[in-house]
């Protein structure tokens, strides 16, 4: 009989938004790969799989998750949930300006000019 492994992933502030999807990379015994993507939401279920040994790890940029990945025992029929905390460790410039408001971005790219003179 096979087995599934289901995933959660949630996010550190639950903010009430939807969850970006997820590149979720399951390894397994005699090269078993397998890379999914996540539903917007953070989850995914991996079905159809034989018992064994399997290596679970989330990717996704400017994020880190808890645990950075798992190492998952699966017996015959066996069903497993999986959930991962993930945090946002990065932002893109472009988030930093609207999530400080528009008001403040001619502070921000002063700033910025003027660290980027002072590095020269």
Same mark, same amino acid.
């Given at each position: 009989?096979?087995?599934?492994?289901?995933?959660?992933?949630?996010?550190?502030?639950?903010?009430?938004?939807?969850?970006?999807? &997820?590149?979720?990379? $399951?390894?397994?015994?005699?090269? #078993? %790969?397998?890379?999914?993507?996540?539903? *917007?939401? !953070?989850?995914? =279920?991996?079905?159809?799989?034989?018992?064994?040994?399997?290596?679970?790890?989330?990717?996704?940029?400017?994020?880190?998750?808890?645990?950075?990945?798992?190492?998952?025992?699966?017996?015959?029929?066996?069903?497993? &949930?999986?959930?991962? $905390?993930?945090?946002?460790?990065? #932002? %893109?410039?472009?988030?930093?300006?609207? *999530?400080? !408001?528009?008001? =403040?971005?001619?502070?921000?790219?002063?700033?910025?000019?003027?660290?980027?003179?002072?590095?020269?």
């Amino acid at each position: 009989q096979l087995s599934q492994i289901v995933v959660h992933i949630h996010d550190e502030k639950e903010s009430g938004e939807l969850f970006p999807s &997820v590149l979720l990379s $399951l390894s397994g015994e005699d090269g #078993y %790969r397998n890379n999914s993507i996540s539903s *917007a939401g !953070g989850t995914f =279920s991996f079905v159809d799989l034989f018992p064994g040994s399997f290596y679970l790890r989330p990717l996704l940029k400017e994020y880190s998750f808890s645990p950075a990945a798992v190492a998952i025992e699966l017996e015959s029929g066996e069903s497993k &949930v999986v959930k991962f $905390l993930a945090t946002r460790v990065a #932002y %893109r410039f472009v988030d930093f300006i609207f *999530a400080s !408001g528009i008001s =403040s971005f001619s502070q921000t790219l002063y700033f910025s000019c003027n660290l980027v003179s002072l590095m020269m």
